[in-house]
């Protein structure tokens, strides 16, 4: 057999097709007929949208009115609306001159919001920032110390009621839901019998009838003169409700778990509950992110359902920003507004779900 | 339920005697199945064993029995003076002086080479995280992997890992250890740099129970070499004679297959 040596290849640049603007058209968007002609159909559909949709919302919209009159002059979108109504929309009926108070109290909980965020936090701290928040939150809407006149949570609503109702929520029936998923899979059978009742329950009605439930029945069981607050009773339904849901995503991080790993952790002699913490939880939690901020956005945007107990969150207030004759028929731009508001919310959760899963993962080479 | 102290685990080891593991008739079943049968085993402080035998023989549940992976249901086990019982604190107790390493080496994949070492002495041991750390990195330079202490094990290879965690097993100073079947998922390269631990360790004195099918291993290292079929324990003795002169028909027939290649 002839032996055979090769010489040392330099290396090369890639063919000039491949690489740059050209080289990705090409493999994205006009590799072979097919491609090329769904682009060039997309191209044309985009052509025949975007600019009478951009007329629509930018060129031809009244951004300032005096009065509706101009808005039905005009072709476009009437911002204007939003531009009269928005303190109505985002605050609800809270006192019009006191509206300081749930303007920084929402932003009190925007800032607790975002530091759960941070990793760094997520120890005892967390604790004190929640403490923070929502005592910031809860004295400035409420009122009555501090010289800050009373308000009644009747009078509560728009973006900060849904706010509070949506990140309370989550923050209550996401250690609940640990417990249920924890308390499914107990070797202990009335514990796991409780749990499973309780989950399969609760998951099995829809929210809208537990807010009445909490509204309407609850007082019933009371004992006169005891009544517990209508924004209370909405929560803590959305509590009680999102923790059945959230258990079940939660199980399925657990069930993910290789057998090994408790294992091992029971083989060190970890006990059960460090075994959770420290082990298990840790892992399944990781794995579940993805459907757990589903859930999160989810809850989110269920908290429009406390319009039906007559709570005045976000999507009440505007119906009753809508109320107006004179304003009543711009219910598009009312309702992209506040679209555009709680999209901007669950779209940070969704970034935010997928930074956790990137810097959460340690499985890429070092 | 009386529930021996700290302080007796102490005195356990002082005896004379210094038998470290003790199996008296024991017996299990899965459901209906018989898995271990009548099985007796005495292992004393520096001893080695090799528990060998072929796959579905109960090596795996037998072993898993001394730390309550899996319960038992007859007969008694005693592991360094304490009687096994199914009393929680009792068997936390236990599993404190026992290290296992497993087939699939097990590792917390979400926490760091020296995390997963340093884990069981902070939180079960409840030592200083100074002290923990350097622990950790003793038995790290020791299992010869202490440059990978701040890398997570997705990224190590089999070897590697498997040798954190025989550190990882070492770093709670247990009285015993138990391998089961170290290095049958590895790589046949691999398979010798976890080995030379073993054997370091066994040389140091380490009290060892293995199921393995390494020959080489058992040869050079063990005490006695036990060999297992359908949940019995068919028969016991030193390498030297196990495998030059075996006494029962089984044994001879295993190690016709065991010793061809
Ligand atoms: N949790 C279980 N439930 C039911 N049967 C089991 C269970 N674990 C093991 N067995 C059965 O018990 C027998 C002994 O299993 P064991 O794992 O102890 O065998 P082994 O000797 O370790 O085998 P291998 O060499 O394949 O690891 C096998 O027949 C197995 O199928
Ligand atoms: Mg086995």
């Given at each position: 057999?002839?032996?055979?040596?090769?010489?040392?290849?330099?290396?090369?640049?890639?063919?000039?097709?491949?690489?740059?603007?050209?080289?990705?058209?090409?493999?994205?968007?006009?590799?072979?007929?097919?491609?090329?002609?769904?682009?060039?159909?997309?191209l044309?559909?985009?052509?025949?949208?975007?600019?009478?949709?951009?007329?629509?919302?930018?060129?031809?919209?009244?951004?300032?009115?005096?009065?509706?009159?101009?808005?039905?002059?005009a072709?476009?979108?009437?911002?204007?609306?939003?531009?009269?109504?928005?303190?109505?929309?985002?605050?609800?009926?809270?006192?019009?001159?006191?509206?300081?108070?749930?303007?920084?109290?929402?932003?009190?909980?925007?800032?607790?919001?975002?530091?759960s965020?941070?990793?760094?936090?997520?120890?005892?701290?967390?604790?004190?920032?929640?403490?923070?928040?929502?005592?910031?939150?809860?004295?400035?809407?409420?009122?009555?110390?501090?010289?800050?006149?009373?308000?009644?949570?009747?009078?509560?609503?728009?973006?900060?009621?849904?706010?509070?109702?949506?990140?309370?929520?989550?923050?209550?029936a996401?250690?609940?839901?640990?417990?249920?998923?924890?308390?499914?899979?107990?070797?202990?059978?009335?514990?796991?019998?409780?749990?499973?009742?309780?989950?399969?329950?609760?998951?099995?009605?829809?929210?809208?009838?537990?807010?009445?439930?909490?509204?309407?029945?609850l007082?019933?069981?009371?004992?006169?003169?005891?009544?517990?607050?209508?924004?209370?009773?909405?929560?803590?339904?959305?509590?009680?409700?999102?923790?059945?849901?959230?258990?079940?995503?939660?199980?399925?991080?657990?069930?993910?778990?290789?057998?090994?790993?408790?294992?091992?952790?029971?083989?060190?002699?970890?006990?059960?509950?460090?075994?959770?913490?420290l082990?298990?939880?840790?892992?399944?939690?990781?794995?579940?992110?993805p459907?757990?901020v589903?859930?999160?956005?989810?809850?989110?945007?269920?908290?429009?359902l406390?319009?039906?107990?007559?709570?005045?969150?976000?999507?009440?207030?505007?119906?009753?920003a809508?109320?107006?004759?004179?304003?009543?028929?711009?219910?598009?731009?009312?309702?992209?507004?506040?679209?555009?508001?709680?999209?901007?919310?669950?779209?940070?959760?969704?970034?935010?779900?997928?930074?956790?899963?990137?810097?959460?993962?340690t499985?890429?080479?070092? | 339920?009386?529930?021996?102290?700290?302080?007796?685990?102490?005195?356990?080891?002082?005896?004379?005697?210094?038998?470290?593991?003790?199996?008296?008739?024991?017996?299990?079943?899965f459901?209906?199945?018989?898995?271990?049968?009548?099985?007796d085993?005495?292992?004393?402080?520096?001893?080695?064993?090799?528990?060998?035998?072929?796959?579905?023989?109960?090596?795996?549940?037998?072993i898993?029995?001394?730390?309550?992976?899996?319960?038992?249901?007859?007969?008694?086990?005693?592991?360094?003076?304490?009687?096994?019982?199914?009393?929680?604190?009792n068997?936390?107790?236990?599993?404190?002086?026992?290290?296992?390493?497993?087939?699939?080496?097990?590792?917390?994949?979400?926490?760091?080479?020296?995390?997963?070492?340093?884990?069981?002495?902070?939180?079960?041991r409840?030592?200083?995280?100074?002290?923990?750390?350097?622990?950790?990195?003793?038995?790290?330079?020791?299992?010869?992997?202490?440059?990978?202490?701040?890398?997570?094990?997705?990224?190590?290879?089999?070897?590697?890992?498997?040798?954190?965690?025989?550190?990882?097993?070492?770093?709670?100073?247990p009285?015993?250890?138990?391998?089961?079947?170290?290095?049958?998922?590895?790589?046949?390269?691999?398979?010798?740099?976890?080995?030379?631990?073993?054997?370091?360790?066994?040389?140091?004195?380490?009290?060892?129970?293995?199921?393995?099918?390494?020959?080489?291993?058992?040869?050079?290292?063990?005490?006695?070499?036990?060999?297992?079929?359908?949940?019995?324990?068919?028969e016991?003795?030193?390498?030297?004679?196990?495998?030059?002169?075996?006494?029962?028909?089984?044994?001879?027939?295993?190690?016709?297959?065991?010793?061809?290649?």
């Amino acid at each position: 057999m002839a032996s055979f040596v090769k010489n040392p290849t330099p290396p090369r640049s890639p063919p000039l097709a491949s690489v740059g603007v050209l080289g990705w058209l090409r493999t994205n968007l006009f590799n072979g007929w097919w491609n090329s002609l769904l682009t060039v159909l997309f191209l044309a559909l985009l052509a025949w949208v975007v600019p009478p949709m951009l007329d629509w919302l930018v060129f031809n919209a009244v951004f300032r009115a005096d009065s509706s009159d101009e808005c039905r002059a005009a072709d476009g979108a009437c911002w204007a609306f939003v531009e009269v109504k928005y303190r109505l929309i985002l605050f609800g009926r809270y006192p019009f001159d006191e509206q300081w108070r749930p303007l920084v109290g929402m932003l009190a909980l925007i800032a607790m919001a975002l530091a759960s965020c941070d990793r760094r936090n997520w120890n005892r701290r967390l604790l004190f920032i929640w403490a923070a928040g929502l005592s910031v939150f809860f004295i400035l809407m409420g009122g009555g110390v501090f010289g800050l006149t009373s308000v009644r949570t009747s009078l509560w609503g728009g973006l900060p009621l849904t706010l509070m109702l949506a990140f309370i929520g989550i923050a209550a029936a996401f250690p609940i839901s640990i417990l249920l998923a924890l308390g499914r899979r107990s070797n202990l059978p009335l514990i796991r019998a409780l749990c499973v009742g309780y989950i399969e329950l609760i998951r099995g009605v829809p929210l809208i009838s537990l807010l009445f439930m909490a509204s309407f029945m609850l007082p019933l069981f009371m004992p006169t003169g005891v009544s517990i607050d209508a924004v209370l009773r909405a929560q803590v339904a959305i509590i009680i409700f999102a923790a059945a849901y959230l258990a079940e995503v939660i199980r399925g991080g657990l069930q993910a778990l290789p057998k090994g790993q408790y294992e091992a952790a029971d083989a060190l002699g970890l006990g059960y509950w460090k075994t959770q913490q420290l082990i298990i939880l840790p892992q399944a939690l990781k794995i579940a992110i993805p459907p757990i901020v589903n859930t999160f956005i989810g809850l989110f945007k269920d908290t429009s359902l406390v319009a039906i107990v007559s709570l005045t969150d976000l999507v009440l207030a505007t119906r009753q920003a809508l109320g107006d004759p004179e304003w009543r028929q711009f219910f598009i731009e009312a309702y992209m507004f506040i679209m555009f508001i709680y999209w901007i919310f669950c779209y940070f959760m969704s970034k935010y779900s997928q930074y956790l899963e990137r810097v959460l993962s340690t499985t890429r080479r070092a | 339920m009386e529930q021996p102290v700290e302080s007796d685990v102490t005195v356990a080891n002082q005896r004379s005697d210094e038998v470290i593991v003790e199996m008296r008739k024991v017996n299990k079943w899965f459901g209906e199945f018989h898995v271990l049968r009548d099985v007796d085993l005495t292992v004393k402080r520096g001893e080695r064993y090799v528990v060998c035998g072929p796959s579905g023989s109960g090596k795996s549940t037998l072993i898993r029995c001394l730390n309550r992976l899996e319960e038992h249901q007859e007969g008694g086990i005693t592991v360094n003076g304490i009687e096994l019982t199914n009393d929680v604190k009792n068997i936390e107790m236990i599993r404190r002086e026992v290290g296992m390493v497993f087939q699939q080496f097990n590792l917390f994949p979400h926490l760091t080479v020296m995390e997963n070492c340093t884990l069981a002495p902070l939180w079960v041991r409840h030592m200083p995280k100074k002290e923990a750390d350097a622990l950790a990195m003793q038995y790290l330079e020791r299992v010869r992997i202490p440059e990978q202490a701040h890398k997570y094990p997705g990224q190590l290879s089999g070897g590697q890992q498997q040798r954190v965690a025989i550190a990882r097993a070492l770093c709670m100073r247990p009285q015993v250890m138990l391998f089961d079947e170290p290095t049958s998922a590895l790589d046949p390269e691999m398979i010798k740099e976890v080995l030379d631990v073993m054997v370091e360790l066994a040389e140091e004195g380490m009290t060892m129970i293995c199921v393995t099918h390494e020959m080489g291993f058992a040869k050079s290292v063990a005490n006695a070499v036990v060999f297992m079929d359908q949940g019995e324990v068919v028969e016991m003795a030193p390498p030297s004679e196990f495998f030059t002169n075996p006494k029962s028909e089984r044994t001879k027939l295993f190690l016709s297959q065991v010793l061809e290649h």
